[in-house]
């Protein structure tokens, strides 16, 4: 389906975030995604032609990012944090027991097309370890059991808050939307830190430091 | 008694903290007026007197950095600022920018004004949908409040999951619509970066620390922190320890003091490695628990600073797994650029994972430590001989530990000890 | 080095303790050539920049004392004063980093040399014997792909064998600015590859195919056809078109199995376009002509013996008034040949070799002006302007093309394209468009602004706007612009300076000029020569048919190729023709004595090039008869009984060269006024067309690979002609005149809103024989 005049005018609003517009590119993937869930044919030749440069440049970009799905994920798209550290506290057991939970490989997506699964690399939050993202939302501290209810819940439509986010988990697309730079008001949910984040300052207030 | 100085931390208990009346509550804005209404080398002079180093690896003088941005050339100059975070085992520019992003807007603005750049670009990784939320905001409100716009502007640029995009030329391609591969330097980003134009780019630490140095003055900063390592920083605790987490102190405290404050190691448990900045920089033992943590302590002791990356691995921990994981995110990581990195990863993990099942023989050590000599130095990047720090620090503790796996036919250790949740079957 | 070249600093370096001395800016790596030290490399390339990615090329550096803490790419180290350099011949870090590189090569690189094209000229297997270890340490599992893929009709791509080096992406993206090949995913899954809507067409992906270093990117025709070590290599020189690329030929037992681009720093550096790569089977296909025909009593063309041919050819000629018509595609020697034979042999000045639509007013611009060009590649290296004036250097001189394209890159050189259509290569070359109607670009051209630095860059088809030559001189008069004529056939600047012209002796002298004529006269061993200007192309078939000629000798010609093509073969018709060509033609079917003539890569010689620069070849086939058109007019005239003494090519070369320089008068221009652009309404619209460079061109026969990348046929209209049509891209157009009509699907693109533009030579789509037209006429437009 051809994209919509809005959503040809978004993406021209996209370029002009940049003094030059290739730049745009990243962005207009992530706006691609939020259409249709992956990177599609269209996309690229969209993107393309709004930049003019050739499909093949644009393919080389799409190909080279792990975020951008050339097939379709599923609306909750799961990470699980394999590198050494979540990994070695929980991430490996998480993942396998998803794995069998979900009955998919790495990288599949469960026949309903909810719920994807992906081993992911260090996610910047190794102090909340093991670490599970979905729709790249953190979930922290899960266990085996924590992150099989959140997969459960997330097939049947009511998936849990992240432990840092917004008080509902977005879709893929919705989040998809979000990483293209588009503002989905919902910067001001939940909570501005988690523990392990103020630990210092809770311990330097507590030992009056300074 | 504790060392802790939280500065960038200071109001991240509020639960508002991230947004701008927050951050006016406490003085937000003010430094970039200040700084505004200086002559921009004044500024320039005042962080290169202040001490503070770029706090994304390598540690480099910010206003030596700034320095270099030519003047009066009459061309477009650009403030990036690098907040891909993606080397494993860092963790403090993400909470930072969940909590408090106004630090880095007025850290943009005040930099921008010293290197005379009109547009500045954060570069952020893809896979953090709140904290784009967050910044996205946070320069929204910025502009609404007229701190950004009037000739200057600042850009958020999303990642889409690249940890190459992490240096820094690479992350100019990325900016630019390539791909995220990394630049021949000379020329160097100063002289020809962001569209072949001056710029500047620091990690968020490095810019979200500038504000206060303004507000409070060079000497300031300058009384923490050791002789060549000024000012505090984020070290991040992380791994089997009591209580992980973030904490701000003065560049020069020890492992052995931050483990204090957190707890200790888990209970029951003992130190048996750590890395002192990401799994780049050659791992260290519980040999190691008094180096002070500064640029050239640790460098002093055979490692790097790098991001301040403590991970914390107890005697549970199988090294070689652990070097394996690592050395797997490296083969996942490499751009593919360069022959040593893109063919050297891909050997590296054939063979530790035949290692860790106990196939091999100590000759494959050495086979081992001579393909990281082949990658080490001879790579394109960093990224390359980043890869081998795990496996050549690792054999040189713990060469005993591979040994054992070759004789045990196969990894000594249960997995599922080293989990928080003891008795899940891994 | 020419006096005006600013004098370049040396700098000197150590290399391995021997000192060289090098222009500053040059690279370690070919600083070391110099001394005669080969450094292993994959990814460094002279002509691309600078990349550092294979790491082959390590050495170690000190300068001043101060050692690099690491091995050092030297292909992307300018030399600097006080270097110290050791390579793998003095540097056991050096030696061992190359060492372990090339082990790391050859970690995913399969063991299937025995099978690979590249086997025996393989830059990886020479590397791998000189600088890897005599045996692999790696135990593991071997990267594969799905091989091989067609990345388009005529390229195909084994990836597992592809080291990376991105030369194939890097060419084709700096070079040639067609980025259709990509490296795509990432890490140790990165792999070259196209987007899968979007095949490698581009005019020049041979050349990514040659650069490569291994056997990753091959030709669909010559894969699997032989080994290198089979091949006997002759240097040729293209016939193609008139950029003059220097090119190798590499036959085995006879037969031409692949052509590659030569080496000219001055002219095509070390590319070439696919046409010139892979466009060679016409000469073995299988409808060459091979025996002499006579057509007999019976009006029937029949086999004859060489002597009877001969014979009947001068029977045919001697007294008669007859005249030459010679293609644009003769060799320096042979057009000599047919100049001399006109002159000699037939006693006229009837001589043309423009087989296409031409004017009095360009005869008279060659004969003044491009005689004497010394316009050049240089000339457009060092331009602050460059003007194309109905010429698409992409399809129709794609070394020129690639020439403008560095300068435009590398020092964003002004081009400005005065068309009635924007082109691919317009785009490409960020050019300046001047858009105008089929007929107006004269004042498109005096209204540029152009400098004594400026080139202006005019292609054979100015011929078919009156006035517009004219104003090229003007222009070029008032501003001090120089002018480079860029006709497409290789055969054309060579035929000019050959005398293969009605207005001119050989070394541009004017016919006219008593002293000039002297001058042949002399040279020749004849009394006198004809002492007026003879007919032009049109003029001699409009003699033919009227009778006022009697006979003529057409070399290489396919009428197909003239204005009014049915006419002109209904005046050969009627007339007494001796065809001299390598294949059934239109020509040859009404001719009465058919001579088969050797083909360019089975003879010696050379062309000239549109700068007037000889490209020399030798024969890369042997041709057991030695039929070179030369030696069978030689023949023929010696059978006339005024022998042109010009047995072989050697003669001819050594006579040519023994004509000295004409410093007389050239030829005057009288200037002929433009006439504009016809007004249109309604359906109405101005024909304009050029020849692609892939098309349906005789030199292209069978092959169908090269084909199958050629850009599609399309009738190209304005947006606002489109909205009034009611089409859209796809639509099939129809465009008529009272001669007939072609149908072709609707692209809109930016062309001038009068005109509508169609390849002239394309599937579907040839103008002049269907429409008998080609720019500037009336035609209607409607929906089909
Ligand atoms: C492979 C690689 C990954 C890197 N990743 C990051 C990163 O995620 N964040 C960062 O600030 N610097 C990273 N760096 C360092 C940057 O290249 C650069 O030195 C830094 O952003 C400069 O900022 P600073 O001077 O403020 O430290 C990385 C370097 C390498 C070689
Ligand atoms: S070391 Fe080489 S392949 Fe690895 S990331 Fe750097 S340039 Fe890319
Ligand atoms: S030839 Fe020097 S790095 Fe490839």
Redesign the pocket.
């Known amino acids: 389906m051809p994209y919509s005049q809005d959503e040809l005018a978004t993406m021209n609003s996209i370029i002009e975030r940049y003094p030059r517009s290739r730049s745009a590119i990243m962005p207009l993937l992530h706006f691609v995604q939020s259409r249709a869930g992956y990177v599609t044919n269209e996309g690229i030749e969209t993107i393309a032609k709004l930049l003019t440069i050739e499909t093949a440049e644009v393919s080389a970009v799409a190909t080279f990012y792990t975020q951008y799905k050339r097939k379709p994920v599923g609306e909750y798209h799961v990470g699980v944090c394999t590198n050494t550290l979540c990994a070695v506290m929980g991430g490996d057991a998480i993942f396998s027991a998803l794995k069998d939970h979900l009955g998919v490989e790495n990288d599949g997506v469960t026949a309903d097309g909810k719920v994807s699964l992906e081993h992911i690399e260090c996610n910047a939050a190794c102090d909340y370890a093991p670490v599970v993202m979905a729709n790249w939302e953190f979930y922290d501290n899960q266990t085996v059991e924590s992150a099989k209810s959140l997969v459960d819940a997330a097939r049947a439509g009511n998936p849990p808050a992240p432990t840092r986010g917004p008080n509902k988990l977005v879709t893929w697309k919705e989040a998809s939307a979000v990483l293209a730079g588009i503002n989905d008001g919902l910067a001001n949910e939940g909570v501005q830190a988690g523990e392990p984040s103020l630990l210092g300052l809770k311990l330097s207030k507590n030992g009056g430091a300074k | 008694m504790t060392k802790l100085t939280p500065v960038l931390s200071a109001h991240w208990d509020e639960k508002d903290s991230f947004t701008i009346q927050a951050y006016k509550r406490h003085g937000g804005y003010k430094a970039s007026e200040k700084a505004l209404a200086m002559d921009p080398d004044a500024v320039i002079q005042l962080i290169k007197d202040s001490g503070l180093r770029?706090?994304?690896?390598?540690g480099?003088p910010?206003g030596m950095?700034w320095g270099f941005i030519p003047q009066g050339d009459d061309k477009d100059h650009y403030l990036v600022v690098?907040a891909?975070?993606?080397?494993p085992g860092t963790c403090k520019d993400m909470p930072l920018l969940m909590a408090n992003p106004h630090v880095l807007v007025e850290g943009c603005i005040i930099a921008s004004h010293a290197i005379r750049a009109k547009r500045a670009f954060i570069y952020i990784r893809g896979e953090v949908t709140h904290v784009v939320r967050r910044l996205n905001q946070a320069i929204e409100d910025a502009y609404k409040a007229g701190h950004l716009g009037n000739g200057f502007d600042l850009v958020l640029h999303v990642g889409a999951g690249a940890?190459?995009c992490?240096?820094?030329t690479a992350l100019l391609d990325s900016l630019e619509g390539f791909r995220g591969q990394p630049r021949l330097r000379p020329p160097f980003p100063a002289i020809a970066g962001l569209y072949a134009r001056p710029t500047v780019?620091?990690?968020?630490e490095?810019i979200a620390s500038v504000p206060a140095i303004i507000a409070n003055g060079a000497e300031w900063y300058q009384s923490m922190g050791t002789e060549k390592s000024k000012g505090a920083t984020l070290y991040s605790l992380s791994g089997h320890v009591k209580n992980p987490g973030q904490f701000e102190a003065p560049l020069g405290i020890t492992l052995r003091e931050i483990l204090e404050l957190a707890g200790g190691v888990r209970s029951g448990h003992k130190l048996k490695f750590w890395t002192p900045g990401g799994s780049s920089t050659p791992i260290f033992t519980d040999a190691h628990l008094d180096t002070p943590l500064d640029y050239e302590g640790v460098s002093a002791a055979g490692s790097m600073l790098g991001t301040k990356a403590l991970q914390i691995f107890d005697e549970t921990t199988c090294v070689v797994r652990a070097v394996l994981r690592w050395t797997e995110f490296y083969k996942h990581e490499s751009c593919g650029k360069c022959t040593p990195c893109r063919e050297g990863t891909w050997w590296l993990v054939q063979i530790l994972r035949d290692l860790e099942d106990g196939r091999g023989t100590e000759a494959d050590l050495e086979k081992l430590l001579d393909l990281c000599d082949n990658i080490m130095g001879r790579s394109f990047?960093?990224?390359g001989d980043?890869a081998t720090s795990p496996i050549t620090s690792s054999i040189k503790h713990f060469r005993d530990e591979y040994i054992a796996h070759l004789t045990n036919g196969g990894c000594p250790f249960d997995s599922a000890k080293s989990t928080l949740f003891e008795g899940a079957n891994a | 080095m020419t006096t005006t070249d600013v004098a370049v600093e040396l700098i000197t370096v150590v290399i391995d303790g021997f000192e060289v001395n090098v222009p500053k800016g040059t690279l370690v790596i070919r600083a070391a050539e110099q001394l005669g030290i080969q450094i292993p490399r994959f990814c460094d390339h002279p002509l691309l920049d600078p990349v550092g990615a294979c790491r082959q090329c390590l050495v170690d550096i000190e300068i001043n004392g101060r050692a690099f803490p690491k091995p050092q790419a030297s292909c992307t180290i300018p030399v600097e004063p006080g270097m110290i350099v050791k390579t793998q011949l003095t540097s056991p870090v050096a030696d061992k980093a190359q060492k372990g590189v090339m082990e790391l090569l050859l970690v995913n690189h399969p063991l299937d040399c025995p099978v690979c094209d590249k086997g025996g000229e393989c830059p990886l297997q020479n590397q791998a014997m000189s600088t890897g270890h005599a045996e692999s340490r790696f135990e593991g599992t071997k990267r594969t792909f799905e091989k091989p893929v067609a990345i388009s009709s005529q390229v195909l791509l084994d990836r597992e064998r592809c080291v990376l080096c991105a030369r194939c992406t890097r060419f084709s993206d700096q070079i040639a600015s067609d980025p259709f090949i990509t490296l795509n995913h990432r890490g140790a899954l990165q792999q070259v590859g196209i987007y899968e809507n979007q095949p490698f067409e581009s005019y020049f992906s041979g050349n990514a195919v040659q650069i490569c270093p291994v056997g990753a990117l091959t030709g669909s025709s010559y894969r699997f056809r032989a080994r290198p070590f089979d091949l006997v290599s002759t240097p040729s020189a293209c016939e193609h078109c008139a950029s003059g690329c220097d090119m190798r030929t590499d036959v085995r037992r006879s037969k031409t199995l692949r052509r590659l681009a030569g080496d000219d720093a001055t002219v095509n550096e070390e590319w070439n376009c696919d046409k010139g790569r892979w466009a060679f089977k016409y000469v073995t296909a299988v409808d060459r002509l091979t025996t002499p025909l006579v057509r007999g009593a019976d009006g029937v063309l029949a086999p004859a013996s060489w002597p009877e041919a001969i014979a009947a050819a001068a029977a045919g000629l001697k007294g008669k008034r007859s005249a030459v018509l010679v293609g644009g595609r003769a060799t320096v020697e042979d057009a000599y040949g047919y100049s001399k034979f006109a002159r000699i042999a037939l006693g006229t000045n009837d001589i043309d070799f423009r087989a296409r639509v031409t004017s009095d007013e360009e005869r008279d611009f060659i004969s003044s002006k491009v005689v004497s060009s010394t316009t050049t590649y240089a000339d457009i290296d060092k331009a602050d302007h460059v003007a194309l004036v109905s010429f698409e250097p992409e399809e129709e001189s794609p070394i020129v093309f690639l020439r403008l394209n560095k300068q435009v890159r590398k020092r964003a050189l002004k081009v400005s394209s005065i068309s009635t259509k924007l082109s691919i290569a317009s785009e490409k070359l960020n050019a300046n468009f001047a858009k105008v109607a089929p007929g107006a670009e004269a004042a498109a051209l005096t209204a540029l602004e152009l400098t004594n630095k400026s080139v202006i860059l005019v292609g054979e088809r100015a011929s078919e706007t009156p006035g517009l030559l004219s104003t090229v001189i003007s222009v070029s008069e008032k501003t001090g612009a120089k002018i480079g004529w860029i006709p497409r056939r290789a055969g054309e600047r060579g035929a000019v300076e050959a005398g293969a012209l009605a207005t001119l002796l050989p070394g541009g002298r004017p016919v006219e000029d008593a002293a000039a004529r002297v001058d042949i006269a002399a040279v020749w061993g004849v009394q006198s020569l004809p002492s007026t200007a003879g007919r032009s192309t049109s003029e001699i078939i409009k003699a033919l048919s009227t009778g006022e000629l009697d006979s003529v000798v057409v070399g290489g010609v396919d009428a197909l190729d003239l204005p009014h093509s049915k006419d002109a073969i209904a005046a050969l018709k009627k007339s007494f023709v001796v065809s001299l060509e390598i294949a059934p033609s239109s020509v040859t079917e009404v001719a009465d004595v058919v001579l088969p003539v050797a083909a360019v890569t089975e003879k010696s010689g050379s062309f000239l090039n549109w700068e007037g620069r000889a490209r020399a070849f030798a024969a890369a086939v042997n041709d057991s008869f030695n039929r070179s058109d030369l030696r069978i007019l030689s023949m023929i005239a010696d059978e006339i009984g005024e022998s042109i003494m010009l047995g072989t090519v050697t003669q001819a070369a050594r006579e040519i060269s023994s004509l000295g320089t004409w410093d007389g008068a050239r030829a005057t221009f009288k200037s002929v006024s433009t006439s504009g652009a016809h007004s249109v309404n309604g359906d109405q619209a101005l024909l304009t067309s050029w020849r692609r460079l892939l098309d349906l061109g005789t030199l292209q026969k069978g092959e169908d690979n090269l084909a199958g990348t050629s850009r599609k046929s399309v009738a190209v209209i304005s947006a606002s002609r489109a909205e009034k049509l009611g089409v859209k891209n796809g639509d099939a157009l129809r465009i008529s005149n009272e001669v007939g009509s072609i149908t072709l699907p609707a692209l809109v693109e930016a062309i001038h809103d009068d005109a509508v533009w169609i390849p002239r030579n394309s599937r579907g789509t040839q103008p002049l024989i269907s429409l008998n037209s080609v720019h500037g006429d009336v035609v209607s437009v409607v929906k089909a």
Request: proline share 0%.
């Open positions: 770029g706090r994304g690896g390598a480099f910010t950095k690098n891909d975070e993606s080397e940890y190459i992490g240096e820094e780019v620091n990690n968020v490095s990047c960093a990224l980043g």
